[in-house]
């Protein structure tokens, strides 16, 4: 796959489509881009051009502790200068999850340059907020306090990504736990400082002064509850609402793979949203 330099750090992309719109996905948590390969193909083929990426910290891209936002906020930013460096502006700016958030702080931070918005699998809610600064930061805390930069080696998230890009590898064995717990405390700080919003780190009052187009699919799940996307569908002026014929689940998580059934339809609402809204 391409590697581009992105503010300082080698950056892994894929764009699936030779014409038409730019649009992107951003995959959540940690994980990269591959899960949306199939629902980029899906799109492309109806004439629009997708551009995925691992960002950094996760997949093949970079590592790097040194941002002193919350991370979709340096996420947002790095997209930008992506796209930039691929004169690939403007575009519609789609997520899952924690790419929700990614997208709705890039249309907060880059209104001029974002067609629109394509929400999903939006985060929001009590048990969200308690369990993704367990699963983002506090588990790796006590793992590099308890075993230092060796546990947190071996541990399954982070050996993919060494097994991905060997420079992630060093850079974390050469690290100082300290250093490290230090960077995952300021992290978790700030996303904490935002968990009580509609979208974490994004008040009501930002939601409210979107003007760009939006689409919202609700999740199904606890940390993805439906009301959450309910929510901030009401918030963003004029944003556009699309339920997917899928029940609530009282589960913590339902893997985006499940989903798989529904992606002809997810592109065919978000193809149709962009057509509406290309110049």
Request: proline content about 6%.
């Amino acid at each position: 796959m391409p590697i581009i330099r992105v503010n300082g750090l080698n950056i892994n992309y894929e764009v699936v489509g030779d014409e038409g719109p730019w649009t992107t996905l951003i995959t959540g948590g940690r994980r990269g881009y591959a899960e949306f390969v199939p629902l980029a193909q899906k799109i492309a083929a109806k004439g629009f051009r997708v551009l995925m990426h691992d960002r950094r910290n996760t997949g093949s891209s970079d590592t790097s502790f040194e941002g002193k936002d919350v991370e979709e906020v340096t996420w947002a930013d790095d997209l930008y200068e992506l796209l930039k460096q691929l004169n690939a502006l403007p575009a519609f700016i789609g997520g899952s999850s924690s790419g929700a958030r990614t997208a709705i702080l890039f249309g907060l931070r880059y209104p001029e340059v974002t067609s629109g918005l394509l929400l999903f699998r939006v985060t929001g809610g009590a048990f969200a907020a308690e369990r993704l600064p367990e699963s983002y930061y506090n588990q790796f805390i006590r793992m590099a306090e308890d075993g230092g930069m060796e546990a947190i080696c071996k541990d399954p998230q982070y050996a993919e990504r060494i097994e991905a890009n060997p420079m992630t590898g060093d850079l974390l064995k050469n690290m100082r736990p300290e250093k490290f717990i230090e960077a995952m405390t300021h992290w978790h700080d700030q996303f904490v400082a935002g968990k009580d919003l509609p979208v974490f780190g994004v008040s009501e009052s930002e939601l409210n002064s979107m003007n760009m187009p939006v689409i919202i699919i609700p999740g199904n799940d606890k940390v993805h509850d439906s009301a959450a996307g309910r929510i901030v569908h009401e918030m963003i002026p004029g944003s556009e609402l699309h339920k997917l014929p899928i029940e609530d689940q009282d589960l913590p998580l339902v893997p985006f793979e499940e989903w798989s059934p529904h992606e002809p339809e997810i592109t065919e609402v978000f193809t149709e949203f962009m057509s509406k809204h290309s110049g």
